[in-house]
Structures are given as structure tokens and as C-alpha cells.
């Protein structure tokens, strides 16, 4: 193991939406444990509009990340951010199982997350510093990938790679079947090691992948495999996979648009034509959701125009969606140019949509002239709203 990935512990985020006061906590409460396998990027995920850490250059950060890739896949409908929802053609029955089926992925990813602080904590009260300490503490909670992958990553600081090798494979063994989450995380630290220190590394990680696939879900083993190569800057490695995942997975929203943040990650330009290409293969359902945040990837990475064309693209077919004008308004403000921004609110408010709606943009223009404009340019927005009023009851 290098020494530079021995110089930082971490802990585990088995999530990636969840409130910023329980992520300090977590944080706070992280092991002083050196950990290879464990230390991770905090990584929105790429669906969820936020400000993901997607365009950090490549060897910024080298620690072996087996975990960043969200462990979570939405593939049932549109577009899993609420703002993108197509309100228009979602029934109230839909919307109903859409917010119950949040509220208990909420549920369960802060129970995950407590169960994870709290064997930080463990850790860190009595860190193990003898195998016989390891050995009792596995014992103790056989079913966390957090106590198996550190006991991993203490034989590798011991250079016994063997036995770090079998410790992953007792974890495999012993871990529970019905933990179908706590095993993916050791498949992918022994991923990470094999990566490190197999002999040679692609023949050894590709009988480890081998394996996993038959007990694995194939779709987040592949985005798993992918984070791998990406962490470590193996890129022809990286393309080659994606190659595969988007023939394999050709109707999944998820694998094109990680193609997209790969390919902008390393200043690729062919983004035109994988778009192209997801297009032809996504069913038309997903279409919305995959260019609306493939414009978002633009934006971030520093390529407006491109952003803004295939935004225009999609709200000359669908000019009512707000959620897409308001994303496209968002990413214009965080720009800064107050012309184009103010330009926009201009437009988007002289569209003829329903009295919520308007009020929803026209208060956004409002909120966005008491913080950028003067007295004059609030006036102007409240004299719009009334005409809009007014047009509406005559």
C-alpha cells in the first residue's frame, strides 16, 4: 500500500442524501483508524441537481475509494429528484407511493448511518491494535463491512496482503445473506486490494469481479468498478469498462450519464455524440432526466453554452416544465452574468402558465433583485406580478 494511503483515516458514508447536521456528527465521530479502504469523497448523487465533487482533477485525491459510487439505484421512474417530476402526468395515487417510497429510503439511509457511527465510535474508544482485538471485535459484529474492511486494512498496514486476502474472503462467508449491502462493500475493498496489489492487478481483479457478479447486482458492481479505475487513474481501463456497461446497460439513465461525467472529468469533447447515443437507446420516459442533467454536468464543468443548448433543446418541447426553468435560472445565477440571468427572467415570466407557477418564478425573480439589484429593478418585478394579476382576472 502506498504510503499516502495509509496517512488519513476516514469513515464509512453509506449515503449520499442525508441532513448536514447527522453528516458533522458522523464525521465528528470518525475512527482514527488509517484506512485505505474507507476513506471517501463526499459525492452527491449525480440525479439530485445538488453540487456533486464530480470535476475535482484526477490525483487530487488517490485514496482508494471503494465506496463512492451511490449504492442506491432508482431506475423506476422518470426522474428521481421530486423538482423534475412531471407534475402534469403524475396521478395523485403516484405521487402519494413516490413520497412514501422516499421517506422510507430516508428512513432506512439514517438508520445506516447511526449503525455506522456508532461502530466508528466503537472503534475508536478501543482501537484494536493486535489481531486477537480484530478477531474479537469481527466476532462481536460479524455483519459490518465497516469492522471487516478496517481489520482489512490493518493487515495491509503489517504488509500481509495474504492475510488481508483472507480476511475478505472470512467476511464474505460469515456475513449474513440477508446483508446484501455490508457483502457488496467487502466485494468492493477486495476490489480496491486486488486492484493494489494483485499480480498482475487486471487478471486479479477480474476474477474478484467474476465472482461478485454472481451474488451482486451487476449494474452497481460495474459503477462500482468504474469508481475504482477512476480513483486511481487508469482511464483506458475506465473507457473500456464504460464501453461495456453502456451496451450491457443501454437503458439506464444512471450508466450514460456517469459516461457523460467521466468523459467531462478528463476534458473529453465527445460528449455530443454519447448523448446522441443515450438518446437512441433510453426509452423517451427518461429523456428528460438525462439531458436536464447532462446540461446541469455541462454547467459545473465549465461549458455553459453546451448546457444551455441542451436545455433550450428540451424546453422548446416541454416550455411549461418550471422545474427545468428553474434549474436552467439556478445555473445562470451561479454564472453571474446579471444581463443573461435577468434576460431569462424576463422571458420565462411572459410565458402563459397557471397562477401557481408564476407565482413560483415571479417570486424567484423578486427574491433574486432584493439580493442582486436596487430599487428600481424590485419595483419593476412587483409592477410585472401586478400585470400578470391583473391579465389574469380580466
Not at 63 to 68: F, N
Not at 114 to 129: K, Y
Not at 353 to 374: Q, V
Request: aromatic share 8%; with cysteine.
Amino acid at each position: 500500500m502506498k504510503k499516502s494511503y495509509l496517512e488519513d483515516g476516514g469513515s464509512i458514508d453509506r449515503t449520499v442524501d442525508v441532513d448536514a447536521d447527522r453528516k458533522d456528527d458522523h464525521q465528528n465521530g470518525a475512527s482514527s483508524i488509517d484506512n485505505p479502504f474507507l476513506e471517501l469523497q463526499h459525492s452527491e448523487d449525480i440525479a439530485d441537481g445538488g453540487d456533486p465533487e464530480i470535476f475535482a482533477q484526477p490525483g487530487k485525491n488517490t485514496s482508494v475509494l471503494p465506496l463512492q459510487v451511490s449504492l442506491e439505484e432508482s431506475e423506476d421512474s422518470d426522474v428521481d429528484n421530486p423538482e423534475i417530476v412531471n407534475k402534469n402526468d403524475a396521478n395523485d395515487n403516484g405521487q402519494l407511493d413516490k413520497k412514501d417510497r422516499r421517506a422510507k429510503k430516508k428512513a432506512e439511509q439514517e438508520k445506516e448511518l447511526e449503525i455506522s457511527a456508532s461502530e466508528e465510535r466503537r472503534l475508536q474508544n478501543g482501537i484494536p491494535m493486535t489481531e486477537d482485538e480484530f478477531d474479537k471485535l469481527v466476532r462481536s459484529s460479524p455483519n459490518s463491512s465497516f469492522v471487516w474492511i478496517n481489520y482489512m486494512a490493518f493487515m495491509l498496514r503489517l504488509a500481509d496482503i495474504r492475510k488481508a486476502r483472507d480476511i475478505a474472503e472470512r467476511a464474505l462467508n460469515i456475513i449474513n445473506i440477508r446483508e446484501e449491502g455490508e457483502k457488496f462493500n467487502v466485494w468492493v475493498a477486495y476490489l480496491n486490494l486486488e486492484n493494489e496489489y494483485g499480480n498482475p492487478p487486471e487478471v486479479a481483479v477480474k476474477e474478484v469481479f467474476q465472482r461478485a457478479l454472481q451474488y451482486c447486482d451487476p449494474k452497481k458492481l460495474h459503477l462500482a468498478l468504474l469508481g475504482v479505475y477512476e480513483r486511481t487513474k487508469q482511464q483506458n481501463l475506465a473507457e473500456e469498462l464504460l464501453e461495456r456497461m453502456t451496451k450491457k446497460f443501454k437503458q439506464s439513465c444512471k450508466v450514460w450519464l456517469r459516461c457523460i461525467q467521466n468523459f467531462l472529468m478528463n476534458n473529453k469533447d465527445e460528449t455530443k455524440l454519447i448523448v446522441n447515443r443515450a438518446l437512441l437507446s433510453l426509452p423517451r420516459k427518461k429523456h428528460i432526466k438525462f439531458i436536464s442533467q447532462t446540461a446541469l454536468m455541462e454547467f459545473k464543468s465549465g461549458r455553459p453554452d453546451q448546457g444551455r443548448s441542451l436545455l433550450e433543446s428540451i424546453l422548446r418541447e416541454y416550455p411549461k416544465r418550471t422545474d427545468l426553468w428553474s434549474i436552467y435560472l439556478d445555473q445562470e445565477i451561479c454564472l453571474g452574468d446579471t444581463e443573461v440571468i435577468r434576460a431569462l427572467f424576463e422571458r420565462v415570466t411572459c410565458l402563459s402558465l397557471p397562477p401557481k407557477k408564476m407565482k413560483f418564478l415571479f417570486k424567484k425573480y423578486l427574491e433574486y433583485e432584493k439580493a442582486h439589484g436596487d430599487e428600481e429593478t424590485i419595483e419593476h418585478v412587483k409592477k410585472r406580478a401586478l400585470e400578470y394579476v391583473e391579465s389574469s382576472l380580466a
